[in-house]
């Protein structure tokens, strides 16, 4: 019997089409592609064969993790869009990689690319819980709910071993400081036994994020980050340890994910979950073409019409970065995403009460140095 042939790959036709299908390679269970510079830099970088078949030695990215020794710690905001003031980040880039991610363009700060140098050059601030402690210990420090992941995730991967987050939520229970924390990962249920006494004096409240249930879609739009069903799990057991562990829709994508509205907070209600909130697509800066392009790879027939679904709820234009609009955006598409949000939540029994955290347990340091030594343990 004639045993059949291996079809050959067809050649690539030019160096061009050969820099992305190795960039692919390399980037391979990676969000992005590409890893053009930063807007800041002088000069461009691009992936260029040189005709002694370098390209064929490149190496799947690994990543890298930098210790930085940070100054500050508590970043304050005074946007009308969201409801707290002030945040802390303990890590610079992310390695769960999504890739509609609104907080790559921070990369290019570090003369860094917001496309793979985000997920794979990571910073790491070393002495955060010290700096939390100290900015503690200001006499004019006025207690008020900090977001623990506002802007790279708290339970990257990169937690397991750093465990800054950890840490962090060591020097909240000492002090008695409100705490709110949002991620797409399931380690959060690690800190179970810092969470759950947080919680019984009325100081933490959590938000999981999950952006579908699809785990094919997940796997290429959020590659690093939890399955959408250990996300549910984790959720479940928060709020079945008394943690209050709300649901974050987000980000709904016109034309993508926005069919799973419903399914996605019914599952929550199911986990436990008394709160829910979304966030509309949001592309600014370099997003814009980083997502464009993660659309026309992975979904190609629907590339299209997501980007002008997208436009039609940003008033023509990919992003509209206006105090007001830029979570929800504008016009009927967005309109209609509101209120089918609004009647899934009230189907489900969300959003009829919303937590409260107090503030008036906070013990300052230099108050507080010999009677709390029951919470230095890990």
Known sequence: MRKSQPIATPPLANMAEQAVYHAGKAASGRGSRSNNSGRYEHHSRILFDDGWDSLETIERLKTD???EIAKKIITTNQSPDISFDRSINVYRG??????????????AYMGLSPGLDFETRLFAKTNAAELLEGEFSNPKYKARTIAVGTNTDP?????????????????MLKYRHPVGIVTKSSLIAR????????????LVKCAISITTLDGKLARSMEPRASAAHKRLEAMEMLNKAGIPCAVMTAPIIPGLNDSEIETLLGSAANAGAKEAGYVLLRLPLEVRDLFKDWLETHVPDRAERVMSLVSSTRDGKVYDATWGKRMRGTGPYAWSVGRRFEMAAKRFGLNQHSTKLRSDLFIRPQENKDQLNLFDAA
């Open 191 to 202: 800190d179970l036994d810092l969470l759950k006494p947080l919680a019984q004096l009325g």
């Open 94 to 107: 992310c390695e769960h990689g999504c890739s509609y991610c609104y907080a790559r363009p921070t990369h």
């Open 155 to 171: 339970y990257q991967p990169i937690e397991r071993e750093r465990r800054l987050t950890r840490s962090i939520l060591q020097v």
């Open 65 to 67: 993790v930098t210790e």
